[in-house]
């Protein structure tokens, strides 16, 4: 015979009023916070979905803070890069401007004046920091100022050949800056030829026609006039200078005196300097020897390509070199600027790939985890009704006895 005593009938409604208040209890959580799975023990396979799901929003996330990053960087070296272009165009034509032979020697130190002021606007542009106070074009030295003065016309690289990149796709990294040394420093110059004569030692006369020369500018060799008896190496060397920058349009070749009373050949641009001397012109008669004088390239850093401009035009001499190495300049800037416009558009399409992904993985975590209001709802009111039915059935339970039947 099983008994049954008030106080295990008053125990049983108890607890099953309290299973339903946790359900209520439960299902008033699941509504205020929006969420349907609040624990793994509610859904363990959801909620390792859920988990995943978590890290790889948080990789995309770091992927987009990534590529935010660099293209904040890369807009402030874009914004330099157009400064540097815009200031070399301008050294260009004062260049040509300064290189004009009917240049007074006060307008020729105006120019200089000008090319001195871009050199320094140049420097600061190479020493350009981004918003956090790193320095652009220093690679992975981004704490060092770059690019120093050392003396008047030389320069210094503090920084590295280093370039930072950035992860912003699983298999995608993109530079976030260039280092200086390959934009700034190791710059190409234009092809030069140099010939340095001896002071002449004999001061008869040379005939025309025995002295050809040829720049290698395509236009051929040229013939000089007859040269003059002269007194000594000074005179010969003028003389020499005179006839050789006379023909200087057609062969592009330039002659200077040195302080020994030689003669400096120069040519920019062509392949080489050839001369060819015969009967009256001799080694002894001009100070030069016979032959093929090829040019050569070099590389040399724009601050010194302006400071030298600079330095030409203060002298009021020919700077015609200086012009194709400051277009070569130009270009090496442009070049960049197009790779920097290269990498911003890279990022831009990937920002927009990276963010249709964020939003599919949003929208497969929000199908595991968030909350059908509208069911959720109802079976809260079903769980109420419920609850307030144990409560009420408790309570006539409760006042029962035997007393009723007495």
């Not at 699941?30 to 790889?56: C, E, F, K, M, W």
């Not at 050199?119 to 600061?124: G, I, N």
């Not at 770059?146 to 590295?160: H, M, N, R």
């Not at 012009?323 to 300049?329: R, T, V």
């Amino acid at each position: 015979m099983y008994r049954i005593s008030t106080s295990m009938i008053s125990q049983r409604a108890i607890n099953a009023m309290l299973r339903q208040q946790n359900k209520t209890s439960e299902t008033q959580l699941q509504i205020s916070t929006g969420r349907r799975v609040l624990s793994p023990a509610d859904d363990p396979a959801s909620a390792t979905r859920v988990l995943g799901l978590n890290g790889a929003l948080g990789r995309v996330q770091q992927y987009q803070d990534n590529a935010s990053r660099a293209q904040s960087r890369l807009e402030s070296e874009e914004g330099a890069l157009i400064g540097a272009t815009n200031l070399l165009q301008r050294a260009a034509e004062l260049a040509v401007q300064g290189n004009n032979g009917t240049l007074s020697e006060t307008d020729s130190k105006a120019v200089a004046s000008e090319i001195r002021q871009l050199l320094d606007q140049l420097l600061s542009l190479a020493n350009t920091q981004d918003s956090g106070g790193e320095y652009i074009f220093g690679g992975f030295q981004t704490g060092t100022k770059p690019f120093i003065s050392q003396a008047t016309g030389s320069y210094e690289y503090q920084g590295d050949l280093g370039q930072r990149r950035l992860q912003i796709s699983p298999d995608r990294q993109v530079a976030d800056g260039d280092n200086g040394y390959e934009l700034f420093m190791n710059v190409a110059t234009g092809k030069v030829a140099e010939v340095s004569g001896a002071a002449a030692t004999v001061f008869t006369p040379i005939a025309s026609g025995d002295i050809v020369i040829d720049g290698g500018n395509g236009n051929g060799p040229v013939s000089l006039g007859a040269i003059p008896a002269a007194a000594n190496a000074g005179e010969r060397a003028a003389q020499l200078a005179t006839a050789i920058n006379g023909q200087f349009v057609q062969t592009g070749i330039r002659a200077t005196i040195g302080a020994g009373d030689n003669l400096i050949l120069s040519q920019v641009g062509g392949t080489g300097i050839d001369i060819q001397l015969s009967n009256s012109a001799t080694t002894d008669t001009t100070g030069f020897t016979a032959g093929n004088f090829p040019g050569s390239s070099g590389k040399r850093n724009m601050f010194e390509t302006l400071h030298g401009l600079a330095t030409g035009l203060e002298a009021n001499q020919p700077v015609e070199r200086y012009i194709a190495d400051i277009q070569l300049a130009l270009d090496n800037v442009i070049s960049t600027h197009s790779g920097v416009g290269a990498r911003m558009n890279s990022i831009e399409g990937q920002q927009e790939m990276n963010a249709d992904l964020e939003l599919s993985l949003q929208r497969h975590k929000s199908t595991e985890e968030d909350l059908d209001y509208a069911e959720a709802i109802a079976r809260f009111e079903r769980q109420m009704t419920a609850l307030q039915a144990a409560q009420q059935t408790y309570v006539k339970i409760k006042g029962l006895s035997l007393f009723n039947y007495l």
